[in-house]
């Protein structure tokens, strides 16, 4: 039995393909600066928590949805802060 054959299709308006190429390689990435990053203290005994979760959570997710090793992560999220201009330790 045979394959069918692979439909083909026809870009008829060439600027909005290109356009829509473009588009692909496109990131847009929002930290607010109102965003709890540091914890708040919790008030026990011992060791108090650096990081908010949403922080932790946040690097976790760019970590996932890049693919990339906790090291590259922390160094990837650290280029985000600065070239937002944020002055924000970055969880390791």
């Given at each position: 039995?045979?394959?069918?054959?692979?439909?083909?299709?026809?870009?008829?308006?060439?600027?909005?393909?290109?356009?829509?190429?473009?588009?692909?390689?496109?990131?847009?990435?929002?930290?607010?600066?109102?965003?709890?990053?540091?914890?708040?203290?919790?008030?026990?005994?011992?060791?108090?928590k650096?990081?908010?979760?949403?922080?932790?959570?946040?690097?976790?997710?760019i970590?996932?949805?890049?693919?990339?090793?906790?090291?590259?992560?922390?160094?990837?999220?650290a280029?985000?802060?600065?070239?937002?201009?944020?002055?924000?330790?970055?969880?390791?």
């Amino acid at each position: 039995m045979s394959k069918p054959a692979p439909t083909r299709y026809r870009t008829l308006n060439w600027s909005s393909y290109y356009a829509s190429l473009r588009e692909r390689g496109s990131l847009t990435v929002w930290f607010d600066p109102g965003m709890a990053w540091h914890a708040a203290p919790s008030g026990k005994q011992g060791r108090q928590k650096t990081f908010s979760d949403a922080a932790i959570q946040a690097c976790l997710t760019i970590k996932v949805l890049f693919g990339l090793p906790l090291r590259q992560t922390t160094g990837f999220v650290a280029s985000l802060l600065k070239l937002m201009g944020l002055d924000w330790s970055v969880p390791d």
